[in-house]
């Protein structure tokens, strides 16, 4: 079982690392990479077409702008996609979030909120856990404190 964090540019960095902190929590591998849709966008076509064959299970792909990234790897390859639309200063993100979630009938991007990196790892690993117990027992556990939290906040 492996993840793939993509973003379209390093200066994604930022929002995409929480992501990898929630994967890092679940003990989910994964690996990070910055795969440009309109500056590589051979390398782009190379890394979805071989996507599965390189074990890769799911993909959170995060991109500002036009944020083509998650969009294009979801037409290429059948591994799920989950598209993390970026805050820019232009649209405050607005632009990324209709690209992504407006897809095209046939190519599905599963998509979180603006800059909600650590929704799509959540959103990854139930995804993984229905065919790892161990995995589906962590995300009980995971909401479990959550309920205890909110349960125990004193005003």
């Known amino acids: 079982m492996k993840v793939i964090i993509l973003m379209g540019s390093k200066s994604d960095l930022e929002i995409m690392k929480k992501a990898s902190a929630v994967l890092d929590e679940f003990e989910v591998p994964y690996e990070m990479k910055v795969i440009s849709a309109h500056r590589t966008p051979d390398l782009m076509f ?51 979030l209709l690209s992504i979630v407006q897809m095209p009938s046939g190519i599905p991007v599963a998509t979180v909120g603006i800059d909600r990196a650590a929704n799509a790892a959540l959103l990854a690993i139930r995804m993984l856990a229905m065919n790892n117990s161990e995995l589906y027992q962590k995300l009980l556990d995971y909401q479990e404190k959550m309920k205890e939290k909110v349960v125990n906040t004193t005003l």
């Not at 979801?74 to 591994?79: D, G, L, Q, Y």
């Open 46 to 96: 190379d890394f979805a077409k071989n996507a599965k064959n390189n074990g890769i299970d799911v993909i959170i792909a995060g991109a500002g702008g036009a944020a083509h990234v998650p969009g294009m790897i979801a037409a290429i390859t059948p591994v799920p996609v989950i598209g993390v639309p970026i805050w820019s200063k232009d649209f405050n993100g607005t632009d990324a």
